[in-house]
């Protein structure tokens, strides 16, 4: 299900924490490998990690950047 580049170069190259890179990695397999709706959901399940780790971060005076 390659389009081109690696799932695994692009999470790279933009630098991605491991939160957001899974749910790229998903995200861009869910059409071919497996259940594309259990895909889904493990990434819904990585990105509301990643938001809950930001709002934390933000909650206690602290910055995303």
């Known amino acids: 299900y390659n389009q081109g580049i690696e799932v695994i170069d692009?999470?790279?190259?933009?630098?991605?924490?491991?939160?957001?890179?899974?749910?790229i990695k998903y995200i861009a397999r869910a059409p071919y490998k497996?259940?594309?709706?259990?895909?889904?959901?493990?990434?819904?399940?990585?990105?509301?990690?990643e938001i809950s780790r930001i709002e934390?971060?933000?909650?206690?005076g602290g910055s995303i950047e």
């Open 10 to 23: 692009f999470i790279e190259s933009w630098d991605l924490k491991f939160s957001l890179g899974n749910a």
């Open 34 to 49: 497996g259940s594309e709706l259990e895909d889904l959901k493990k990434a819904r399940w990585y990105i509301d990690r």
């Open 56 to 60: 934390s971060l933000v909650a206690g």
